[in-house]
């Protein structure tokens, strides 16, 4: 219900026009705090963080999103990157995650919840004719981690590929096997979504962002490259990762991004003798 007021708030304020463009900033920036919550630091025996990390000031607020909810099916997640920027892609992660949130309880595959977040997008299309000025689709990546199984789903629509960080420094990138494009672009196709499947065992961290980290260059043009930068480093916690990532990044950018960032990290803690399952609400 917050997410549908939001989609609706915004979308209001999308066709009087950019009047106020720094209160527009404003009304997305806060809209984007309200859409993509903190998720707690425990979930279903898991360790979680999470950040949304705005660009510099003068830049165009961006259309990133990450959501992770308990589910009957597992802990399930999204993080995805609308194009282009500004409040029609807020709005459009708005509806992307209120369709994530519903969906993800109740389709019983990662198929069936892509397919799901494609109608919701296709439906919205449908809905308003400026559709495709205001953004149009998503590079996605939806994951699930079944609950008491050392696996991890994983479903990419042309998104940055997640990595897998093991304890002794190794990092492995989950590159699809097959390319799809982004979600929202169905129009353009129909073929069945390919979920790849990998171990995931206690102590791995799974890794995912938007390419406001990969895209984000140096002085000469480098692109930052995380998986080069986070191999042979080894991380307490989920949160100790993304906070040296988001710092890591500043550094390499001398402190200006054009991108905004966002970025969630999991991990399988060890189950410790004596404690209490978790289970989902």
């Known amino acids: 219900m917050t997410v549908a007021l939001l989609a609706l708030l915004i979308s209001h304020v999308v066709r009087r026009g950019g009047r106020r463009l720094a209160s527009a900033r404003g009304i997305a920036e806060a809209a984007q705090r309200a859409v993509l919550p903190v998720p707690p630091a425990r979930l279903a025996g898991l360790d979680v963080a999470a950040r949304y990390v705005a660009a510099e000031q003068d830049a165009a607020i961006g259309g990133d999103l990450y959501a992770v909810q308990d589910t009957p099916h597992g802990v399930r997640m999204l993080i995805g990157d609308v194009r282009g920027k500004g409040l029609g892609a807020v709005e459009v992660v708005a509806i992307t995650v209120g369709a994530f949130r519903e969906a993800a309880e109740q389709e019983a595959t990662l198929e069936g919840l892509a397919l799901r977040l494609e109608r919701a997008l296709q439906r919205e299309r449908a809905r308003r004719a400026d559709f495709e000025q205001t953004e149009g689709f998503?590079?996605?990546?939806?994951?699930?981690?079944?609950?008491?199984?050392?696996?991890?789903?994983?479903?990419?629509?042309?998104?940055?590929?997640?990595?897998?960080?093991?304890?002794?420094?190794?990092?492995?990138?989950?590159?699809?096997?097959?390319?799809?494009?982004?979600?929202?672009?169905?129009?353009?196709?129909?073929?069945?979504?390919?979920?790849?499947?990998?171990?995931?065992?206690?102590?791995?961290?799974?890794?995912?962002?938007?390419?406001?980290?990969?895209?984000?260059?140096?002085?000469?043009?480098?692109?930052?490259?995380?998986?080069?930068?986070?191999?042979?480093?080894?991380?307490?916690?989920?949160?100790?990762?993304?906070?040296?990532?988001?710092?890591?990044?500043?550094?390499?950018?001398?402190?200006?991004?054009?991108?905004?960032?966002?970025?969630?990290?999991?991990?399988?803690?060890?189950?410790?003798?004596?404690?209490?399952?978790?289970?989902?609400?």
Do not use: K
């Open 138 to 281: 998503i590079t996605a990546v939806l994951a699930e981690i079944p609950r008491g199984d050392s696996l991890l789903r994983l479903i990419n629509r042309g998104h940055p590929a997640p990595l897998l960080l093991h304890a002794d420094g190794s990092v492995r990138s989950a590159e699809p096997e097959v390319p799809a494009l982004p979600l929202g672009m169905g129009d353009l196709g129909a073929w069945p979504d390919r979920v790849e499947e990998l171990p995931f065992a206690e102590g791995v961290t799974l890794l995912l962002f938007t390419d406001g980290v990969s895209e984000a260059r140096d002085a000469q043009g480098t692109f930052y490259d995380p998986e080069a930068r986070l191999r042979g480093r080894r991380f307490a916690t989920p949160v100790e990762l993304l906070d040296a990532l988001v710092a890591d990044v500043e550094r390499h950018t001398g402190g200006g991004t054009t991108d905004d960032m966002a970025l969630l990290a999991l991990r399988r803690a060890p189950v410790t003798s004596g404690a209490v399952p978790e289970h989902a609400p």
